[in-house]
């Protein structure tokens, strides 16, 4: 038989695959409850973050149901998938894990704003402030703010004045708009998030305005921090699909 080509998987993707294995073994039956995130993450070693990426993935599949004050119910149990993964198929934005992409944003675009405050020009500050002001708009009509949230972190990267952190910041919202991060946000985004974000955004531009790149660092530090707390919460209700 001919070798097929082996393809790196993302952590949380081996992760949500032992737990299939164990569905499909009887180990957790169909309608049975999944042990808790913490005590998953301590039996296969990994973090709960990797380990709520993977039940999210899973989720996505229609796999398990997560039922809020009650816990995670497997809902259909199916062999894994024998298709070949190519590289590629692997590494596009939509299979990065959503906490992975968070600490990645963390890292990043905390260096693109403070680079943004030293070169923005008056008609960049005007792209963020737009995008600040979409998002405003947005939520005031109880809509998830997010195309405002893209357009206010797109104009920051483009106004830190290199090509190649903007395409990376451009990959994270391909990401962002992904199955996986939007069912995530199904749970962990709700009106008082928004407002929380809308601030942060506030700061970010405030120091940007000022051309204080110190400011800027660490202001969009803190906005992306509270946005990795705010998704590392405990499970609440999303809307059924």
Known sequence: MPLQTVAPQRLYRQIAEQVRQ????????????????RDLAMQLGVSRPSVREALIALEVEG??????GSGIYVQRIEPP????????????PAEWGPLE??????LVEAEVAA????????????AIKAGLQQ???????????????????????QACGNSVLLDTVQRYWQARNGPLFERLGDYFEHPESWQAAIGEHQQVLLAIEAHDASAARKAMQKHLRQAYKRYSASWRRAPAR
């Open 22 to 37: 164990l569905m499909v073994s009887g180990e957790f039956a169909l309608g049975s409850r999944l042990p808790a995130e």
């Open 115 to 126: 680079l943004a405050a030293t070169q923005a020009h008056k008609s960049d500050l005007k």
């Open 81 to 92: 998938s024998k298709s070949v993964v190519t590289e590629a198929d692997a590494n596009t």
């Open 101 to 106: 992409v968070m600490s990645a944003r963390l």
């Open 135 to 157: 998002m405003k708009l947005e939520a005031a009509r109880d809509q998830v703010p997010r195309e405002g949230d893209e357009a206010f972190h797109e104009a920051i990267a």
């Open 63 to 68: 796999m398990i149901e997560v039922r809020t």
